[in-house]
């Protein structure tokens, strides 16, 4: 993705903890209702990335903080150091090591980034066709599929624990690799700081728009 070494979609998000639904709420059931009731949320994640093989090919882990609508953050402290940072207008990505940060408009953004999708009103039934994927390990799944051909995903997989909490993300490519995100330590409509949606590239940092 743009040349980065790992790929950093959150995205999304994500994400997170919502109300308790009833153990027989589905997979699509429980995303509706965290998209109504979860308006802001926090957590840690992990990311691998795998290979059409099952191969792991990269790794990262750090935090991740969203308000809806359309702005949320995600920092990435191993193996390298990024950020991601959505304001409600843009949508920004800053390689510390590179100095370097790549922006473009949220809206563009909104469908092709989980980060921007979850943080969103309802772009996700706007964008995505959602089937239910059953349960397994007693998590709920569910599979959105793009609803356009430019989405730089085949399909998106999501899975909910009892508490209806979105633990793990499955994000596939048309290459075959699939990205897994894994949530922890959620915390549910916690009152953020407006200055953690701001960013101002560094002096000296090269823009790419």
Do not use: C
Not at 132 to 144: K, P, T, V
Request: proline fraction near 4%; hydrophobic fraction near 40%.
């Amino acid at each position: 993705m743009l040349g980065f070494r790992f790929k950093v979609w959150v995205l999304i998000p994500f994400v997170f903890s919502i109300a308790p639904l009833s153990v027989h709420a589905s997979g699509i059931d429980k995303l509706k209702e965290f998209i109504a009731a979860t308006h802001s949320a926090q957590a840690n994640f992990t990311q691998v990335v795998l290979d059409r093989n099952g191969k792991r090919i990269q790794s990262a882990s750090g935090t991740m903080q969203f308000q809806r609508p359309g702005k949320f953050r995600w920092t990435y402290q191993k193996p390298y150091e990024q950020l991601i940072v959505g304001d409600g207008v843009k949508f920004w990505l800053y390689d510390v090591d590179l100095n370097q940060v790549t922006v473009k408009k949220l809206d563009a953004a909104l469908g092709s980034s989980p980060a921007a999708l979850l943080s969103g009103n309802n772009e996700i039934e706007r964008a995505f066709t959602l089937k239910e994927s059953g349960n397994l390990d007693g998590l709920d799944w569910l599979q959105a599929k793009p609803k356009t051909q430019d989405s730089n995903f085949e399909k998106i997989l999501m899975a909910f624990n009892a508490q209806a909490d979105l633990v793990i993300m499955e994000l596939n490519d048309a290459f075959g690799q699939k990205t897994v995100l894994r949530f922890s330590e959620m915390q549910r409509n916690p009152k953020l700081s407006e200055q953690q949606f701001k960013f101002t590239p560094p002096k000296g940092a090269d823009v790419l728009e």
